[in-house]
């Protein structure tokens, strides 16, 4: 029905552009032929504008979640798409192709993944000219790529990035009748401002763009209160506070799924394996955990490393130097007879800064600290949060507006954190109670040594425990019952 509908619309269109043709001919000859050629262009006009509104019995049940981004890394919009599903929505989930998403969207029936293509603008001549042309054909793309899909009730885009899908949504919705819904995660301005300055023609340009046309959605969503804030009183924008919360995979991880996860990595990964194997031992091994061969019960080893992770997407809002420096210190604290625990650190993610980190982690030489930088599914990644004994999250927002999604699935799994400071970390992080806040790697350092400290005993009886039982404690919303407070009466309004 719908390449029907699309080979109608190319049609139609095709005859708009013929009508207006021969009527910019016709008019050099008379008045009559001008209104002829006026008349015809409007009713065809008229008529695409039937076919691309045309409605059916479930127009009210669809709803188009757009990331001009890689799904799979995109896990708040994966989430929008699994809620929508769950209350009987069919989604169209278009998106860059990349990372395999989370097994549930891939399993769900009710969500069609369209995938798009990250398009290049010209690679020859000035680097304006390439940027331009990327976005010009980006957004016939993703015209073309919106338009053949059914009518929509709403379309829920997230934002960064919104350069071009904000404007190329709100002129689809306005041809179809949608609601748009902006997701607003962070400015997008702010991130190009990292790389080009703050003076950069491109980003005054950018921030134009997002402050102009942000207004024209129907609804808006943001992550922050404080985001919230500066979007009424700069933008004139009203938005719904929607903070990231964790869904129901990010628990805490029994002792024998550790096992079972330390056991597959430990294939791939050597810092997960143990030193100095036993000949003749059948007991399962890894460098934290053993199964017993007789019962098959699973143990944490008493001198096992402490666990540490930190995910991130590799951008410059994330200085790693920091988070390498404190474990330089660290390596020294131990050096020195600290009672403290070696660490294996695990980094995970992808991005354009991957490389460069791993040189500078390459030229480290550690005794008693170990650095790896996988990337895992989807799957495993709850599983390592719930197994792990700390994190730190280098996320310093490029607008001081948004907050580290990797820290509120740390917390939906208990496990305490140390973050770098920003303006609004204090909605999520609260400091001394469920977790510290540092400025540079010298107070990393000195957190992880207080932390640590006599490590394992310190889970039960030092900080690192009462942050984790202050964790079990606050209980806290999950993303389901969130989403259906804050979001769910935004697609029911009338």
């Not at 805490?252 to 430990?266: C, G, P």
Request: hydrophobic content about 40%; proline content about 5%; some cysteine.
């Amino acid at each position: 029905m719908a390449d029907a509908g699309e080979s109608m619309t190319l049609v139609t269109i095709s005859l708009i552009g013929f009508a207006l043709l021969a009527g910019f001919y016709l008019t050099t000859l008379n008045a009559l032929w001008t209104l002829v050629s006026v008349t015809v262009t409007a009713v065809l006009v008229s008529q695409l504008l039937r076919k691309l509104r045309r409605r059916d019995a479930l127009t009210e049940r669809r709803v188009c979640v757009l990331v001009l981004g890689d799904i799979g890394r995109s896990p708040r919009m994966q989430y929008h798409a699994l809620s929508l599903s769950k209350h009987g929505y069919s989604v169209t989930f278009v998106g860059f192709p990349g990372t395999k998403p989370h097994q549930d969207v891939i399993g769900d029936e009710r969500i069609t993944i369209i995938p798009i293509t990250e398009l290049k603008g010209l690679q020859v001549g000035p680097r304006m000219v390439s940027y331009v042309t990327k976005v010009i054909l980006q957004s016939l793309q993703l015209l073309l790529v919106l338009l053949k899909t059914d009518v929509q009730s709403h379309i829920l885009m997230q934002n960064p990035p919104g350069l071009p899908s904000i404007v190329v949504t709100w002129l689809v919705c306005g041809l179809r009748g949608s609601r748009f819904i902006i997701d607003w995660h962070n400015y997008g301005y702010t991130i190009m401002a990292l790389s080009h300055g703050p003076d950069h023609p491109i980003v005054r340009l950018a921030q134009w763009y997002e402050q102009l046309f942000g207004r024209l959605s129907s609804h808006n969503l943001c992550v922050t209160n404080a985001m919230k804030k500066d979007l009424q009183n700069n933008w004139n924008i009203r938005a719904t506070t929607l903070y990231d919360k964790p869904p129901a995979i990010f628990k805490e991880t029994s002792v024998d799924l550790k096992h079972q996860l330390f056991m597959r990595l430990a294939k791939t990964i050597p810092q997960f394996r143990v030193c100095g194997e036993r000949p003749g031992d059948e007991t399962e091994r890894t460098a934290f955990s053993c199964r017993d061969p007789s019962d098959l019960s699973v143990t944490l080893t008493s001198g096992r490393p402490a666990l540490l992770i930190s995910s991130t997407s590799w951008t410059e809002d994330e200085d790693f130097s920091i988070l390498l420096k404190a474990l330089e210190d660290y390596e020294g604290f131990v050096e020195a007879g600290a009672s403290l625990p070696s660490l294996v650190c695990v980094i995970t993610g992808k991005g354009p800064q991957k490389d460069h980190y791993r040189k500078l982690i390459d030229t480290l030489s550690f005794e008693h600290v170990k650095i790896c930088t996988p990337w895992l599914e989807a799957e495993d990644y709850p599983v390592l949060l719930g197994s792990a004994d700390l994190g730190v999250c280098l996320h310093k927002s490029s607008s001081g507006l948004d907050l580290p999604m990797k820290v509120v699935d740390m917390f939906g799994c208990c496990l305490p954190v140390c973050a770098i400071h920003f303006y609004c970390l204090h909605e999520l992080v609260k400091h001394e109670e469920n977790g510290l806040i540092f400025k540079d790697s010298e107070e990393l350092s000195g957190q992880l040594k207080s932390l640590l400290w006599d490590f394992p005993d310190c889970e039960d009886e030092g900080k690192l425990g009462q942050f984790r039982r202050n964790l079990r404690a606050s209980g806290g919303q999950r993303w389901d019952q969130n989403w259906d407070q804050n979001v769910l009466p935004l697609l029911t309004a009338p």
